[in-house]
């Protein structure tokens, strides 16, 4: 301490010299303040802020201490101790160093710039003064979150900045960036932002420390001359003609778009040429030069040169050149106009004025031209020719004119051209010209006249042409005009007269038409007729399916080209019948402004008529025959296959050797065969029965379900064999379903359709069956047999029931028959005084319909509403078990109910889902695709006031179990008898 004051001890240890005389006086009066404060508190120890003392010698240093307060034990201060530590070097330094940033803050507000220190770790930036006035940020903050001061970059440079920082980071690259800032007032400013990474002794990414330079000023001078740069460019790229800028040696130092455009170069490849390159009329460089050196500022030259493309071809040119000074060296700029056109217009212009007067020569039209100011009147050489005259010879003036005009026509002439003056009106008028040798020529003068704006004539200008020729042919045609007239009366009678239609057209509408046209198309009038378009009497389409209004266009096409054309038409009357005619077209006229075209129209209906009735005979002759010969081919076939089963088995038995057995099964074989030859016998003589309406019809009581049943017994065990199931479908009870008919003829039907379901199904299965309907107040049975076998082609359709015909040869080949089944039970169909019909979709299957009229025996049930009290649904794969069920319900206990059957659980429960008048299901536990368990266990869940009977062949205690959990309401055991099934019913829905 005492090195640091410079004294000794014995200066202090005397009293001579106390501590606080060497404190300097700026600063002894907060050091007395703070050993006050520090006193009264009792504070045992405490520090200064720091201070200066003088020394000994004089000098100034700055102190800090830390002083310990001794007490006794009245609490009194005795003394002072502590330790003073000299920290004059790091005062001068943090001066200094205050010194530095004050003037480095002035330096940065003068060149509008700042710093930042951006904290990589936190993600928190340090700002300079400078930067937090240049971002326009409130005053006193010193830091600033970094997304906060991201938000401060505009949306448009966010990109630039994020992808110029991320590679700073990335790369390890310096990060400079000029992007925009908008600042919390609104303000939008141009920055510099410039910044290098620092590591810590680890070597990791401490932080970025940049400057932010204000460039607003810089940015809106440089986008001010790129604006002014761009409006240059702008206004020579679309300038109409070619710019070119080049210095005095003739290099091109630029050019616009048009300019590479007509000659044919890149940019590039001109900015490489001289200009004399291009010019054919300067290939002197000196000369250039000279003319070049002769420009003035401010007086651009004009003139016309030819210039060269690359491709050498070469074009005239007008180019307008100006001087003009750029970055203090002077340039020429030219502007060139492609003049071909104009070049091309002045040429066509002198060769149409020869044209002129070779054409006025042609026309003997002349022209003339008189100049009311000076009397000068101007004849052009055709003029002079049509009044026999030499232009060398004489001069041209008004009353040379008159003189050669005929004497008994000058007055009119002169008279004509006094009023045109007088009324400002131009003039046409025909005279005459009598020339030397007495000769007459008519003429056509023409004139108009031009006055000025007080109404003074200025000129006349005028024409002349000799039409002699033409008014003579006028007087020879006024002379055949009577006859012509004659003439005329005559064709109009015969043109009304005609029995044909006559319509004359001229360019596209009705010009004239005759009695008959009007007649034919069902019109009240020629009027009315006349204002129809021809469009408008024809169909759209033709029958082989042309639009009429171009097929018309052709066939008027072929009449103007052949002078006439012959045609047959389809037409359309006026309340739209159509009818077809015969045309014959002839062409009168055929000039672009006048096509006349004279129509004759006979119509050909009967002729029709009649021709296709002959061709509609010849096919169905044609047809016939072929058929019939197919068919007696077929027959040959299906006659021979039988015959030649009996004959060679029947030669087998002969052998005495021959087993028992097989001797059987011969005889089995032979039998068979004679079945299937008398089966074709039948048909045959059946078919023919019918042709020649033989057959008559006996009508009986016949119980319809018996009938079926009768079938369904034969057919079933067939169906069988093939593994394809039969089911029978019936609507009426027994007592409703007996009616009068022809049992034989209505089995014969049914017996067919059933058969072909059999041939043609291999897999799936039949139904066949009939339902009651009502058609206005008739009575109606509909008898269907449905098969799920390969189907009908909708062309095969329409014929199957004709006789000789199969429908789907390639699968009729495949089965037996002679096709001869369809066409029996269409025409038995008919005896019994009904309607066939089939439904099909190919490969899914065949319905065939007939309905026949419902005569029910008993009188008494004809006018019953057939309308059941109850709907059982009975749920049953075996078609036997179903049909016991359907009769026991309805024949055998009289039940006044509507049945009806699904074949498996699934089936079922679409039933449910489609009729809500079900009122109880016997359900058959044991099915396929869904058995009955799982079948009411969902009917259950939708529709629970459904009753549901069980009913099996087994009968175990767990099964009944089983059915009642879910949901059965009770169970009826196989076989089923009449009283166990009323009961059970009856418990359930009330019968009776």
Known sequence: MLQLLGYTAEDFISGKLKFKELIHPNDIGFVNEEVTEYRNNITKSFSHRPYRIITKSGSIKWIKDD???????????????????????????EQELIKSKSKLLKAQSVANMGFLDWDLKTNKIELSESVIELYGLKPGIKYIEADELIKLVHFEDLEKVQNSFDSAIKNDKKHIVDHRIIRPDGKVIWVQAMGDLNYDSKGNKKNLLGTVVNITDRMLSRNKL????????????????????????????????????????????????????????FVNKKKVKKFWNNLEPGKPYTL??????????????????????INSEKVTLGFARDISERKQAEKQLKKSEKLLKEAQKIAQLGHWELNLLDNKLTWSDEIFRIFNLNPQEVQS???????????????????????????????????????NSNKIKYILNK?????????NPLRSLGTVQDITKRIQTELK??????????????????????????????????????????KMFGHANKKEFSEVHPSKISPKLQPDGSDSFEKVEEMIRIATEKGTHRFEWTHKKKNGKKFPVEILLTSISNQPNNKIIHGVLRDITDRKLIESELIEAKIKAE??????????SNMSHEIRTPMNGIMGFSELLADPNLIDEKRKHFVQIIKNSGKQLLQIIDDIIEISKLGTKQIKVYEEPVNLNDLLLELFSIFDTKAKENKTPLYLKKELSDKQSVILIDRSKLNKILSNLLENALKFTNTGSIEFGYKFKKLNKSLLLEIYVKDTGVGINSEDQKIIFERFVQAGKEVSKKVKGLGLGLSIAKENTMLLGGEISVESIKGKGTTFFVTIPYKPVFDEIKNETLQAKQTILIVEDEEINYLYLDTLLKDVLKINCTILHAKNGQEAIDICKKNTTINLILMD???????????????????????????????????REKAMIVGCDDFISKPITKDSLFNIINKFVPLI
């Open 226 to 281: 790129i604006e002014s740069e761009n409006k240059f460019k702008l206004i020579i790229e679309n300038a109409g003609d070619a710019m070119y800028m080049a210095n005095f040696e003739g290099e091109i130092l630029q050019v616009n778009s048009l300019a590479c455009k007509t000659l044919g170069y890149s940019e590039k490849e001109l900015l490489s040429l001289n200009i004399t390159g291009l010019d054919t009329e």
């Open 623 to 632: 047809e016939s025959d072929r058929l019939k010969t197919e068919f007696i």
């Open 447 to 455: 004139c108009v006249t031009e006055f000025n704006e007080e109404g």
């Open 477 to 518: 045609l006024a002379k055949s005009r009577d006859k012509l007239k004659a003439s005329e009366k005559k064709f109009r009678q015969l043109y009304e007269k005609s029995g044909d239609a006559i319509m004359i057209g001229e360019n596209g509408k009705f010009t004239s038409v005759n009695v008959a046209a009007v």
């Open 67 to 93: 002083t310990q307060i001794r007490r006794n034990t009245k609490g009194e201060i005795t003394h002072y101790e502590g330790i003073i530590l000299d920290i004059t070097q790091s005062v001068k330094a």
């Open 304 to 325: 016309e040169t030819r210039h060269k493309r690359k491709d050498g071809s070469v074009f005239p040119v007008e180019i307008k050149i100006g001087l003009t000074t």
């Open 397 to 435: 003036t008004y009353n040379l004119y008159l003189e050669k005009i005929h004497p008994n026509d000058r007055d009119k002439v002169n008279k004509a051209y006094l009023d045109s003056l007088e009324n400002k009106i131009p003039y046409e008028i025909t005279h005459r010209l009598l020339l």
């Open 925 to 959: 536990l044991k099915m396929p695709v869904m058995n009955g368990y799982e079948a009411t266990k969902e009917i259950k869940k939708l529709y629970p006031n459904i009753r549901v009977i069980a009913q099996t062949a087994y009968s175990s205690k767990e099964e």
